[in-house]
């Protein structure tokens, strides 16, 4: 199986808004809607943001938002905040009953 | 709350079996409908999924590593272990157990254990 696709980097001012891509297939992302983003600060385990696409888990700020069309799934951060610096991960469970990371993407808050 | 922590040796030599355990502590690994799961990340890489049990013992593992990866658990003990046999120095990773809930998706990982494979 192939890491989803993501952007290596992406970066915003403070109150800005961004948005980061995960590319699949039909066999994941586009197949699915378990898709779900976990945002890691160095040196920590991953933290889940977004789930099923859409949903966040309780405590996780609504300035966390997810969306998916076809094989892409998104998730975007508005009113970014000096905080929201890390790295963030898309996953997906796929046809073959596993699941798939994407490769990363690191936010930068100018 | 639900915790999990990763035990097992931080350096294992090429050819050797990697072994990790992951305790799970304030709660029971047989109850509810969870997935528990295995996931790796090399340093300053990304993450890679390695494989998950279920509580009945059904197990689903990556295809890159399915030919050298057992996942399995004792419920008497409340853990689930890894083993990856014939590592090499691309296994070199910090491995991350977690418990994938009802809505797919990891809400609990454990702190993550740094393993190197080196002579």
């Known amino acids: 199986q192939s890491a989803l696709t993501q952007p290596a980097s992406v970066s915003g001012s403070p109150g800005q808004s961004i948005t980061i891509s995960c590319t699949g297939t039909s066999s994941d992302v586009g197949g699915y809607n378990s898709v779900s983003w976990y945002q890691q600060h160095p040196g920590k385990a991953p933290k889940l943001m977004i789930y099923?696409?859409?949903n966040r888990p309780s405590g996780v700020s609504n300035r966390f938002s997810g969306s998916k069309s076809g094989n892409t799934a998104s998730l975007t951060i508005s009113g970014l905040q000096a905080e929201d610096e890390a790295d963030y991960y898309c996953s997906s469970y796929t046809s073959s009953s596993t699941w798939v990371f994407g490769g990363g993407t690191k936010l930068t808050v100018l | 709350q639900v915790q999990l922590q990763e035990s097992g040796p931080g350096l294992v030599k090429p050819s050797q079996t990697l072994s990790l355990t992951c305790t799970v502590s304030g709660g029971s690994i047989s109850s509810g409908s969870y997935y528990w799961s295995w996931i790796r990340q090399p340093a300053g890489k990304g993450l890679e999924w390695i494989g998950r049990i279920y509580t009945s013992g059904s197990t689903n593992y990556n295809p890159s590593l399915k030919r050298r990866v057992t996942i399995s658990v004792d419920t008497s003990k409340n853990q689930f272990s890894l083993k990856l046999t014939s590592v090499t120095a691309a296994d070199t990773a910090v491995y991350y157990c977690a418990r994938e809930d009802r809505d797919n998706a990891y809400h609990i990982w454990g702190q993550g254990t740094l393993v190197t494979v080196s002579s």
């Open positions: 099923d696409v859409s």
